[in-house]
C-alpha cells in the first residue's frame, strides 16, 4: 500500500533540514508533503530543495486546515501525520504500520508523561484522556497527539468535521470512535521540539476547555447531558427536601433546578439525533 507523509508546518526550517532527509531515506518510495501554513521563515524553500511537495497556505490558517490541505493532496492509501518540529521520531512509523496491518484502522503515537511540554500540559492532556476514555468506553492513551498513521479512505470521511485549529486530533479520534473504526495506541517518546511552540498558554486555555465539550458531542451527547442533567436533579431533590423538612413548603430555586434538569436533558436529546446525522455519510 502506497504512504503518504503528510507534515504541517509553520515557521520549521530549521527541524526541516535534518526531518526530511530521513524520511526519504527511510521512506524512499513515500509521498512527503510539507503544508506551509503561513509560514514567515523560508521552511517552504528549504522542503522544496530537500524534495517533498509542498503546498502553501497565503497565510496561518491553522493546523487543522494544513491537515486537511495536506489530506486533499495525497494519493497515498495509508497517511502518516507527523509534527515538522522535531519531537516525533520517524523510525516509530514502522510500528505504526504493523499495527495498522493488525486490522486497526488508525493507530496513534501515545506520548509518556515525561514527553509532556509542561505539568500543566501533562494534566490536561490527562483529564481529556480520562473524559475520553469515560465517554468511549475503551481507554485513550493520547488524545491530543498530533502523531497518527491512518487508513486515507477512512480518514478522508470525516475531513468535512475537522477544525482549522489545533484540536483536529480530538476531532477525528472521537469520530473513528462513533463510526467503529478501529484505533490502537503505541507508546512513543516526544523530543523536545526545536523552535518556538505555537500553543499559549493563557490564550488556548479557554480553546482547551471548549475541548471537554466537543468530546461529548461529537461521541455521545446524551452520555454527557444526560450526567449533568442528572447532577442538577439530584441538586433540586436534595434542596426540596431540605425546603421541606425545614419550611415546609417547595421553593422557587427547587423548581428552578428541577427544570434546569430538563431543559439539559433535552438539549441533550437533540444533540444526539444532530450527532446521528452528522454520521450518517461513515455509515451508508
Same mark, same amino acid.
Given at each position: ?19 526530511? +532527509? ?8 513515500a =509521498?512527503?508533503?510539507?503544508?506551509d501554513?503561513?509560514? *514567515? ?19 496561518s ?7 486537511? *490541505?495536506?489530506a486533499r493532496?495525497?494519493s497515498? %492509501? ?6 515538522a518540529?522535531?519531537?516525533?521520531d +520517524?523510525q ?6 504493523? =499495527?495498522l ?10 506520548r ?16 481529556y ?12 492513551a ?10 486515507? %479512505? ?14 483536529? +486530533? ?30 499559549k498558554?493563557?490564550? %488556548? ?10 468530546i461529548?458531542?461529537l461521541?455521545? +451527547? ?16 436534595g ?31 437533540? *444533540? ?9 455519510? *461513515?455509515?451508508k
Open positions: 500500500m502506497s504512504l503518504s507523509i503528510i507534515l504541517p508546518c509553520l515557521n520549521e526550517a530549521q527541524s526541516l533540514k535534518k526531518l526530511i +532527509p530521513t524520511l526519504k531515506q527511510n521512506y524512499a518510495d =509521498e512527503i508533503i510539507v503544508v501554513d503561513g509560514s *514567515s521563515d523560508d521552511s517552504a524553500s528549504i522542503a522544496t530543495q530537500a524534495g517533498a511537495k509542498v503546498i502553501s497556505h497565503p497565510y490558517m491553522g493546523n487543522g486546515a494544513a491537515i486537511k *490541505s495536506g493532496a495525497a497515498g %492509501d495509508i497517511f502518516i501525520f507527523m509534527d518540529d522535531g519531537q516525533h +520517524p516509530d512509523i514502522e510500528r505504526q504500520l504493523a =499495527e496491518e493488525g486490522g486497526h484502522e488508525m493507530v496513534v503515537g501515545a509518556s508523561g515525561n514527553s509532556q511540554a509542561s505539568f500543566l500540559r501533562w494534566c490536561a492532556n490527562s483529564f484522556n480520562w473524559l475520553s476514555s469515560w465517554m468511549v468506553g475503551h481507554k485513550v493520547d488524545l491530543t497527539s498530533g502523531f497518527r498513521a491512518v487508513k486515507a %479512505d477512512k480518514f478522508k470521511e470525516f475531513l468535512y468535521l475537522l477544525p482549522n485549529g489545533f484540536s483536529y +486530533p480530538t476531532t477525528i479520534t472521537m469520530a473513528f470512535f462513533r463510526a467503529g473504526y478501529g484505533v490502537s495506541y503505541i507508546p512513543i517518546v516526544a523530543h523536545t521540539r526545536i523552535g518556538k511552540s505555537h500553543i498558554l493563557l490564550r %488556548d486555555g479557554v480553546r482547551f476547555l471548549l475541548i471537554i465539550f466537543k461529548g458531542t461521541y455521545a +451527547p446524551l452520555k454527557l447531558f444526560g450526567s449533568l442533567s442528572s447532577g442538577f436533579f439530584l441538586l433540586g431533590l434542596y426540596y427536601i431540605h425546603t421541606f423538612v425545614t419550611a415546609g413548603r417547595f421553593t422557587n430555586m427547587g423548581v428552578l433546578l428541577f427544570v434546569t434538569s430538563l431543559l439539559i436533558f433535552l438539549i441533550g436529546l437533540v *444533540s444526539e439525533q444532530i450527532t446521528q446525522l452528522l454520521y450518517s455519510n *461513515s455509515e
